[in-house]
């Protein structure tokens, strides 16, 4: 059996080969951001015949080079990252089978953190061994 918490911690783990600092599951960033961050979203999850179902999102923070340009260059290197790492993944977790894609890839501005991100909207999918 796979829960949400399992899964921040699976792809907690997928992102370390990013070599970019994750803010642990459940913690919020505040103010502006003063270098690259990782942030992971679990979504609940959604039983279905064979899969457990849960959408989650992986953030790749990057900070603006100034108030009114984003590093593009950068951004756009880590999406192009982001879309092979996490193209498809299959592996098993706790003798439990599971399988995450890219569902959306997109580039996103946040003001109060002054930065922009590259928001990576994953589909996990757990076999369902209830």
């Known amino acids: 059996m796979i829960v949400t918490t399992d899964i921040a911690d699976i792809l907690f783990r997928d992102c370390k080969d990013f070599g970019i600092k994750i803010v642990p599951f459940g913690k919020t960033l505040t103010g502006e951001l003063t270098g690259e961050r990782i942030t992971i979203h679990v979504k609940g999850q959604t039983p279905e015949t064979y899969w457990e179902k849960s959408f989650c999102e992986v953030n790749l923070c990057v900070p603006d080079l100034s108030p009114t340009e984003a590093n593009y260059p950068r951004l756009k290197a880590l999406e192009r990252k982001a879309k092979e790492k996490f193209r498809s993944v299959t592996d ?11 569902d959306t890839i997109t580039i996103e501005a946040d003001t109060a953190l002054k930065c922009h991100f590259v928001n990576v909207r994953l589909l996990f999918n757990v076999l369902n061994t209830i």
């Not at 098993?92 to 890219?102: A, I, K, M, Q, S």
């Open 92 to 102: 098993t977790f706790d003798g439990t089978r599971y399988l995450y894609e890219v």
